[in-house]
């Protein structure tokens, strides 16, 4: 069935694109799940937590207030960080936030929302890509 190595790698890769494929799809779902029952806002930077990497590198995190819908002051770190982040205490960045769960908000930036299943996807789509070319053009 199979003639070399490069066909068992291929069909290994195809596996694997298969795999992250569906992992890719069942996060995106989830997510979109997520943001749809999920309400806008605008909150205040009160501070930005910034965590050290071992190669130097700073991650700021903001730690943002802002107001519920029933009225309640509510303040969260934000989970997502980035060293391009240039926030500042004072400034406002709109949120998602869902009414069942206010301090599980997020800011509103697409790779906060969706760099996981984009990673997912990416993976998948390299394997799915590059298993016909190691399957049929490496084979010996």
């Not at 960045?93 to 509103?108: D, K, S």
């Not at 394997?127 to 084979?139: E, G, H, I, K, T």
């Amino acid at each position: 069935m199979f003639e070399s190595v490069n066909q068992i790698i291929a069909l290994l890769m195809l596996i694997e694109g298969l795999g992250f494929g569906a992992a890719a799809y069942l996060l995106y779902t989830r997510k979109r799940t997520k943001l749809a029952g999920c309400q806008r806002a605008w909150g205040e930077v009160v501070t930005v937590n910034e965590q050290r990497d071992p190669e130097g590198g700073i991650t700021r995190h903001p730690v943002i207030r802002y107001l519920s819908l029933t009225g309640h002051e509510v303040t969260f770190a934000s989970k997502f960080g980035s060293s391009h982040w240039k926030v500042k205490p004072g400034d406002r960045l709109e949120i998602l936030y869902h009414p069942e769960q206010p301090a599980e908000a997020e800011v509103v930036n697409f790779m906060a929302q969706w760099a996981l299943p984009l990673v997912f996807a990416i993976v998948a789509g390299g394997s799915l890509l590059f298993a016909p070319v190691m399957f049929w053009l490496l084979r010996r």
